[in-house]
Each structure stands twice: as structure tokens, then as C-alpha cells.
């Protein structure tokens, strides 16, 4: 299995980049437990899904800054609008 790409990540929805974020945890710890246990049949899975967790957690991020940054700027062009309306009454 090749380390996932962040193309395949970009496509999500944000509901399905948190499914996937909250599957690739239960995964990680699926595959703790076997470590744990000795019953890892694969060891380099353990850097597989840190990577992808880490590229989907990094886009889920991504896109709430995003969402704050387009917030904050309608709402800042809104409140100088009405500073501009006071200051001419």
C-alpha cells in the first residue's frame, strides 16, 4: 500500500474528512493494540496512517481557517459600513 495522496483527500466533503479522520484514529489504534500484543503482521502501516492522519487532520484545518478568515471579512466590511453611517449623522 503506497503512502495515500492529498488529492484523494481534497475531494472529501468536510463530513467525510471527519469520518475519515475519526476511522484512521480507530485504525491507528487497532494497530497499537497489535503491536502491543505482537500480533503486527505489518509494521510500516503504523507510518502509513500517521501520514494520512496527519494530511487529513492538516486539511480540516486548513478549511476552518479558510471559513474564519471569509467570516471575519464580511463581518469586518459590515461594522466599517456602519462606523462610515454614524460618523455622517
Known amino acids: 500500500m503506497p503512502l495515500p495522496k ?3 483527500i481534497r475531494d472529501l466533503s468536510d463530513q467525510e474528512l471527519s ?4 476511522e484512521t484514529k480507530k485504525q491507528l489504534f487497532e494497530l ?3 503491536k502491543a500484543t505482537r500480533q503486527l503482521e505489518k ?3 503504523f507510518k502509513h496512517m500517521r ?5 487529513l487532520m492538516t486539511l480540516e484545518r486548513g ?3 479558510a471559513a474564519s478568515i471569509k467570516q471575519t471579512s464580511g463581518s469586518g466590511a459590515a461594522s466599517s459600513d456602519s ?3 454614524a460618523e455622517e449623522e
Open 83 to 85: 462606523k462610515s453611517d
Open 6 to 8: 492529498i488529492e484523494e
Open 51 to 55: 501520514h494520512r492522519l496527519a494530511q
Open 32 to 34: 497499537r493494540f497489535q
Open 43 to 45: 509494521p510500516h502501516q
Open 19 to 22: 469520518d475519515q479522520i475519526v
Open 63 to 65: 478549511r476552518q481557517l
